[in-house]
């Protein structure tokens, strides 16, 4: 099947649009939730410009002093991504518990999968930004395989994307990139544009503080759900799945 960007990005969109309130409600219970109660329990603080090395120390000393915290909100967005890939290539009908259910029995996989993909991409960033790109194309259907084929193997997860990805993975790395970094262009200009107009109506209070986590947690949210429709869009794609593929709820 050809691949082609305009298509996959309308499959996206269709997905999300199908399962619109589900993705909704998943999105606000594991991602939006978890990051607005670490941003506000545990802030990261700085004290002014920093070069390059006083950021390295001050990322190290923050995540040294929070590192349960942030174990468990990637932990829960871990969860709530699975259950998105479950909602998006379940059968018309499934539930969100289904779904739920599912994603928990995937998730020691899933963690295990997540690990891997993030050292073989740390990898191959020490080697040249480039091979990683196209890293990031052969390994980014990995997700959804486990979904859909609820595969407990995370190496077998591995192989199926790279199976999948043969011949297209700087167009799949291609695409990634072109959402990726537009969302976060996006997500990053309306934060501070946002932020200013906060500070600007409440001054620097505590409640303004939170208004800008609230805005922030919510574009982070909705970035990462636009993203995993994404890769559940590409994996249909490449792999010619039907329009509804026929997943369990157990």
Do not use: C, H
């Not at 890293?135 to 990995?142: H, N, V």
């Not at 990053?188 to 620097?204: D, K, P, R, Y």
């Not at 759900?225 to 792999?239: E, K």
């Amino acid at each position: 099947m050809a691949f082609s960007y305009t298509e996959t990005w309308n499959e996206a969109v269709r997905m999300m649009r199908r399962e619109g309130s589900a993705l909704t409600a998943v999105a606000g219970v594991f991602m939006f939730l978890p990051a607005l109660l670490l941003a506000y329990f545990a802030p990261m603080e700085t004290g002014g410009p920093l070069d390059w090395m006083t950021l390295a120390d001050e990322l190290t000393a923050y995540y040294q002093r929070n590192l349960p915290w942030l174990a468990l909100e990637n932990l829960a967005s871990l969860l709530g991504a699975m259950t998105m890939y479950r909602l998006l290539l379940q059968q018309r009908g499934a539930t969100v518990g289904g779904a739920l259910s599912s994603a928990f029995l995937l998730l020691p996989a899933y963690v295990v999968l997540a690990i891997l993909k993030g050292v073989m991409l740390s990898i191959a960033f020490m080697a040249l930004i480039v091979p990683a790109i196209y890293l990031l194309g052969r390994i980014g259907t990995a997700d959804p395989i486990m979904a859909a084929e609820r595969s407990f193997n995370p190496l077998r997860a591995l192989e199926g994307s790279f199976r999948l990805t043969r011949g297209r993975g700087w167009a799949v790395a291609g695409l990634f990139l072109v959402v990726g970094l537009t969302s976060f262009v996006v997500v990053w200009a309306t934060t501070a544009i946002l932020g200013i107009l906060v500070v600007l109506a409440a001054g620097q209070s505590p409640f303004s503080l939170l208004l800008r986590d609230i805005i922030a947690a919510g574009l982070g949210a909705a970035q990462s759900t636009v993203l995993i429709a994404l890769a559940a869009a590409i994996y249909r794609m490449l792999s010619a799945a039907p329009a509804r593929v026929p997943i369990s709820g157990t």
